[in-house]
């Protein structure tokens, strides 16, 4: 509360108590609250700045070509974090009265001397040019309030918005060669940028729970929480469980060993548009999980080749009956995921595998109830080489010879028979003549 505000409080207290009138009371409330909003930047220090910087007209000349606006509103800067600092605390080199026209960059490492040096190794500290974000970018100038403030730009409603002010800037985005275009429109149809912003879930997450607040990395950075061998790790923040079961499947078991064709989390569920399986959008959603995530990688030659991984998966599948029902819209036919798992894949000889011999009768009982062990004995995914015997390549003769004499001995009635027609037609018209 104002110094002065408590002074007259105390005379008021005292007019009371020697019987003063109510229109005195209410005359000294009127006089203390006008006198406080119009003088407290004096009381605080601030008095000579806001002579002149509380003109909502005053500009300050740049350069020949550049004029800013040198206007502070009092009221919002008493208001914000820095409101009981002076201005000096902070512009050191305005001496003077009047000062230069133009100050030099505050330096905020005179207080966030830590901040700063984290800052300045990141990618935006790193970063040349006037448009490398700075503390004011995020943070704002005479306005910074409280992270945890609703009307903060850092405040988590607001970070995505501020963050787009440069990475949803076409401009920007094209100068410096940042591969995602617009992440804001992506993140708000996000599953995160929905449960945020929607339902105003704060355990959602925003930019800075993957990328870091100050120390924000290139993705290419080792250090970086984006880096692709750190994205697991970097969403087991939030989602733990999932993350113990990848780390122990045969993805993230190459993930360790550093293979970079193995994927993370980004891989099968996307950046910043993270959609739920429920959606029909989503790369996992049950109909374009085979088709949209695992095909990617188990249907690309070069990947099947150099890790000797079994190939002709996915177009089996596919012709499947599973496979086809999928591509018929059936919400209820087995999928990848289905069989395999999810984030627990293992290899097929790895007894913790859904499909390994000794489990797949279990697995496939999850949908055929009462099957036996036998079903192991057959293949799954039916080519020439998993078929034991011959019996796959005699059917599909027969098929093939019948095809062509039921189909050819088609084409040579119709075409004798229309030989015959034609014949008859002529001869009538020769009669006719």
């Not at 001397?113 to 004011?136: F, K, L, R, W």
């Not at 188990?298 to 499947?320: K, L, M, N, P, Q």
Request: overall charge negative; proline content about 4%.
């Amino acid at each position: 509360m104002s110094p002065v505000l408590v002074a007259l409080f105390l005379i008021q207290s005292g007019i009371k108590k020697n019987g003063a009138t109510m229109l005195i009371k209410y005359s000294f409330y009127f006089l203390a609250v006008a006198f406080t909003l119009t003088c407290s930047p004096w009381i605080y220090g601030q008095g000579s700045c806001f002579e002149c910087h509380d003109d909502p007209d005053l500009t300050a000349v740049v350069s020949d070509t550049l004029e800013i606006s040198a206007y502070v509103d009092s009221l919002i800067f008493a208001s914000s974090s820095h409101g009981e600092f002076e201005c000096v605390d902070c512009h050191v080199d305005a001496e003077g009265d009047p000062h230069d026209e133009v100050l030099g960059t505050v330096d905020c490492s005179a207080c966030h001397d830590d901040v700063m040096e984290v800052y300045h190794a990141s990618v935006h500290g790193d970063a040349s040019g006037p448009d490398a974000a700075s503390c004011a970018d995020c943070h704002g100038k005479h306005d910074i309030l409280s992270a945890s403030d609703a009307h903060s730009k850092v405040y988590p409603l607001n970070l995505a918005s501020t963050c787009a002010i440069c990475h949803a800037d076409p401009k920007i985005v094209k100068k410096y060669h940042i591969p995602i275009h617009d992440p804001l429109a992506a993140y708000r149809n996000s599953v995160h940028g929905i449960a945020l912003m929607s339902e105003e879930n704060f355990d959602a997450a925003t930019c800075t729970s993957c990328h870091g607040n100050h120390g924000i990395y290139s993705m290419k950075d080792p250090e970086s929480p984006i880096y692709w061998k750190n994205v697991p790790e970097t969403c087991g923040q939030c989602h733990g469980e999932i993350y113990e079961q990848f780390t122990e499947s045969v993805h993230g078991v190459a993930v360790e060993e550093g293979l970079r064709d193995a994927p993370v989390c980004t891989d099968c569920h996307g950046e910043h548009g993270v959609k739920s399986p429920e959606d029909p959008e989503s790369r996992v959603h049950p109909l374009r999980v085979s088709a949209a995530t695992c095909e990617r990688c188990h249907a690309s030659e070069i990947i099947t080749e150099r890790y000797g991984i079994a190939e002709s998966r996915v177009i089996t599948f596919e012709e499947s009956y599973h496979g086809l029902a999928i591509k018929g819209g059936s919400m209820e036919a087995a999928n990848c995921a289905s069989c395999h798992g999810i984030h627990n894949i293992f290899r097929s000889s790895d007894p913790r595998s859904l499909v390994h011999v000794a489990n797949l009768h279990k697995t496939c009982g999850n949908c055929h109830p009462g099957i036996d062990k036998n079903v192991s004995r057959g293949a799954v995914h039916l080519t020439s080489s998993t078929t034991p015997g011959r019996v796959v390549k005699y059917v599909k003769d027969i098929y093939i010879l019948l095809i062509v004499v039921v189909i050819g001995g088609m084409a040579l009635h119709n075409g004798a028979d229309f030989i015959r027609k034609s014949r008859r037609i002529v001869k009538k018209r020769e009669a006719g003549a």
